[in-house]
């Protein structure tokens, strides 16, 4: 582990243990993250290797206790997530590359359950966002033609779980501006 990903960690460890609510924790959390990304310092080659086929996740960290977890994903050219919410709360930063995420609202009930897209980003390296669910469904693809890594920060145990996706939704998708058709 490089000297700049440690000094980040401390900072991160600093933030949870002042035992903040999920929202103040992902804003703090964010701030801190910010400043280390594009950093050559910060991650090794072998932090940023991709896998054909999947992007490919290397955790860096699980705080003892798992009240957070640190990890890279790397992502190809055209590789993406399906679309998931999360266990926890999640910082996102772009490291290198460019990433492509779909927000989206689940709507509707029974037979009609739905994804509504409400947000469209591209989001260049440097960029942070926090996630905190509920309203954290999403879709992150490297909409780039170069390999796009991210550091992405959980409060929770991914060493344990494996993953910090909570549940895969494989609805419908309609357009933001789609309007229900009128019988
Ligand atoms: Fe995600």
């Not at 991650?43 to 940023?48: A, D, P, R």
Request: charged share 20%; with cysteine; net charge negative.
């Amino acid at each position: 582990m490089s000297a700049a990903l440690s000094e980040l960690i401390g900072g991160i460890r600093t933030v949870v243990e002042s035992g903040r609510d999920p929202a103040s924790t992902g804003s703090a959390v964010a701030d801190i993250l910010q400043p280390y990304l594009g950093r050559d310092d910060l991650l090794t080659s072998e932090q940023m290797a991709p896998a054909e086929g999947c992007y490919r996740q290397h955790v860096l960290h699980v705080e003892p206790g798992g009240s957070f977890s640190v990890v890279s994903l790397v992502w190809l050219p055209g590789q993406c997530t399906c679309i998931h919410d999360h266990v926890s709360w999640c910082v996102v930063g772009v490291h290198k590359g460019e990433e492509h995420e779909t927000v989206y609202e689940a709507q509707g009930s029974n037979g009609d359950r739905h994804l509504r897209v409400t947000g469209e980003m591209k989001n260049p390296a440097g960029m942070v966002a926090a996630l905190v669910p509920p309203g954290d469904v999403h879709h992150v693809a490297n909409g780039g033609d170069c390999l796009a890594v991210s550091l992405h920060i959980y409060g929770a145990d991914i060493g344990k779980l494996g993953s910090s996706i909570r549940r895969n939704y494989d609805l419908e998708v309609r357009q933001q501006n789609a309007t229900p058709a009128i019988a």
